[in-house]
């Protein structure tokens, strides 16, 4: 008796446990070079190509300037803007997290990329999870209700170069649907 006892309530902990393991999971930054396969194509609406010719694309670059680096300074920063959190929150992805959370090909110098809008891709990015929307999100993957409110979070007076944010006008650069 006292064996069964015993062995049960070791399947109940390890249970329990690897429950709390599966539900405490962080998904890890994969980098725009994971997406691109499945994102380049004219059917996916050619989404790595809009990407790369859009600002996005170099927001991380804008860091390495020196008028960014006096913009720091200026700001109070006694670093350079590519090591200034408050110019990385917004110009770049997965800098501020720990190393497990970041895989091997993943570049922060890639800046606002995929994986800045629609989370960290590691169990999201396989052609199997993404076949099923419901399953890719479950996996990760963020779709924004409200888009504007979170383009915003970054395209705002809080920056130092903010310029007036008409979001129909920048959306239109940057859309990427899926053609229809």
């Known amino acids: 008796m006292f064996k069964k006892v015993l062995l049960m309530t070791i399947f109940i902990f390890t249970s329990v446990l690897f429950a709390q393991d599966k539900e405490a999971k962080s998904f890890a930054f994969v980098g725009v070079d994971a997406c691109a396969p499945c994102h380049k194509t004219e059917k996916q609406g050619k989404q790595l190509e809009i990407w790369k010719n859009s600002q996005h694309s170099k927001a991380y670059q804008t860091l390495q300037t020196e008028k960014a680096d006096a913009i720091a300074k200026e700001k109070g920063s006694d670093k350079a803007a590519v090591e200034t959190e408050a110019c ?27 994986e800045t809008c629609h989370g960290a891709g590691s169990e999201y990015k396989s052609l199997k999870v993404m076949k099923n929307k419901e399953e890719a999100i479950k996996n990760g993957l963020l779709i924004h209700e409200d888009i504007t409110k979170f383009c915003v979070t970054c395209h705002n007076s809080e920056s130092p170069t903010y310029k007036e944010f008409d979001f129909e006008t920048y959306w239109a650069k940057i859309k990427h649907n899926i053609p229809e």
């Open 88 to 114: 990385l929150k917004c110009h770049a992805v997965g800098y501020n997290v720990a190393s497990e959370l970041v895989e091997k090909k993943f570049k922060v110098e890639d800046g606002v990329q995929c």
